[in-house]
């Protein structure tokens, strides 16, 4: 048999305990309150924007948006679910479109330096039955 005075204790941690969870509920709620409500004025704003800056754009932009936003709607749900189970979401980079030009033609050259010396390498490795992968000079 419990004693009474055990029981009391218990009771009184219970009741602390439910009063510290309704109070971090009501945080919590209002935490959410709060992040819809700039949410959706977040959102109001950045759609009048999005027009207004669309009707000043030419039209040739305006499908590339829509493909963009169709691409996502594409991939099934249970892709999704695996890649969240996977690991970390990878990061977007919010970059202008002058930037990822820039950063696109760097690549390219890259990838093009990187074809000129494997062609190269190919070409001494063939010329000379003592060649290793250590004798081929690196583009500066």
């Given at each position: 048999m419990a004693k009474v005075k055990n029981l009391?204790?218990?009771?009184?941690?219970?009741?602390?305990?439910?009063?510290?969870?309704?109070?971090?509920l009501a945080k919590l709620k209002g935490k959410l309150e709060a992040a819809s409500t700039a949410t959706a004025g977040k959102t109001k704003a950045t759609s009048t924007a999005?027009?207004?800056?669309?009707?000043k754009s030419s039209n040739a932009t305006v499908p590339i948006?829509?493909?963009?936003?169709?691409?996502?709607?594409?991939?099934?749900?249970?892709?999704?679910?695996?890649l969240r189970v996977a690991g970390k979401k990878k990061r977007k980079l919010n970059l202008?479109?002058?930037?990822?030009?820039?950063?696109?033609?760097?690549?390219?050259?890259r990838?093009?330096?990187?074809?000129?010396?494997?062609?190269?390498?190919?070409?001494?490795?063939?010329?000379?039955p003592g060649f290793s992968s250590g004798d081929a000079s690196e583009p500066q």
């Open positions: 009391k204790k218990r009771i009184r941690r219970l009741e602390a305990r439910l009063q510290k969870g309704a109070k971090k999005s027009a207004e800056k669309a009707r948006q829509k493909k963009r936003r169709s691409a996502g709607d594409v991939k099934p749900g249970s892709t999704v679910k695996e202008t479109p002058e930037r990822r030009a820039q950063l696109a033609a760097a690549m390219k050259a990838w093009a330096a990187k074809r000129a010396a494997a062609a190269a390498n190919t070409q001494h490795g063939s010329s000379g």
